[in-house]
């Protein structure tokens, strides 16, 4: 049931991401970096091939060398997202053909073209896969050289924005580059969101009750310290336990329904390692 849920949520990521691309980045020039982006350049320059089909030319070919160089160090959660991006991406040039951008609007369609394509990558990071292309020469990189990858990537990226200066004019140029900057951080941004969680600390005396609604309704652990307070000397417990966003409320609400003079304290972690949340 959880690989299903995975494969869903890797699936949608991938067609937002070809969305994105297709959509908004394509017609209105926005090289931000990535095999779109270079596919959208030779697209531009060229006029061979059109982008959609240089995005699937250069995602195999980069998988054949990535087997050929990693072996299966690529793994098949990013073969399949690669190719189904590649293949979505072709057949949106089929079925919904544009001559044009969408609207007379370029920063509202960059807007868009940097939400869809980064929630689409957050939801591929997020369940273990990538969307390959460039990926790929980082663990090549990585495989053979000293270089940072990340600036490595950065800077490739950085020089596939500057192009479309020369391809598609001053405007697009701007615009790629102000893209690539902009997804630098928000697809973390957007990781982290997903992933975040809350963090109770609560001091009570119905250790007992608490304890139960945690672990037999929430289905979570809790780990229980005793206390005492500094100002009244009694005994108390501060019971400690972590639970999913949607849950806090409902946690909230009961720990004080069970002891109405409870303290309760409540952090936001941008990810919690366990059972019940994510492994390792």
């Not at 908004?24 to 090289?31: E, I, L, S, T």
């Amino acid at each position: 049931m959880k690989k299903a849920k995975e494969f869903v949520l890797i699936f949608l990521g991938t067609v937002l991401l070809s969305m994105g691309v297709y959509f908004f980045k394509v017609p209105n020039g926005f090289a931000t970096g990535g095999v779109s982006g270079i596919a959208t350049i030779l697209g531009g320059a060229f006029g061979i091939f059109s982008v959609g089909t240089w995005i699937i030319i250069i995602n195999i070919f980069l998988l054949i060398v990535g087997f050929i160089v990693l072996g299966n160090q690529n793994g098949i959660r990013t073969v399949i997202c690669c190719l189904l991006f590649s293949f979505i991406t072709y057949f949106l040039e089929i079925i919904v053909p544009l001559s044009e951008p969408l609207t007379n609007q370029p920063f509202l369609e960059l807007v868009y073209a940097m939400l869809l394509t980064s929630v689409g990558s957050a939801l591929i990071f997020n369940n273990n896969a990538s969307s390959g292309g460039t990926d790929i020469v980082a663990l090549i990189f990585k495989k053979f050289t000293s270089f940072n990858v990340g600036k490595c990537l950065l800077a490739v990226d950085f020089a596939v924005a500057c192009m479309s200066f020369f391809v598609f004019g001053i405007q697009a140029g701007l615009f790629s580059l102000l893209g690539l900057f902009t997804k630098a951080f928000l697809v973390d941004e957007i990781i982290d969101t997903i992933n975040s969680c809350k963090y109770f600390i609560a001091i009570t005396d119905k250790k007992e009750e608490v304890s139960e609604f945690i672990i037999k309704t929430l289905h979570h652990g809790a780990t229980v310290t005793e206390a005492e307070g500094c100002f009244t000397n009694n005994q108390k417990y501060m019971i400690h336990t972590v639970c999913k966003r949607f849950e806090a409320i409902t946690l909230r609400k009961k720990i004080k329904e069970i002891d109405p003079g409870s303290f309760i304290i409540i952090t936001t972690t941008s990810e919690i390692i366990g059972r019940g949340f994510r492994g390792v």
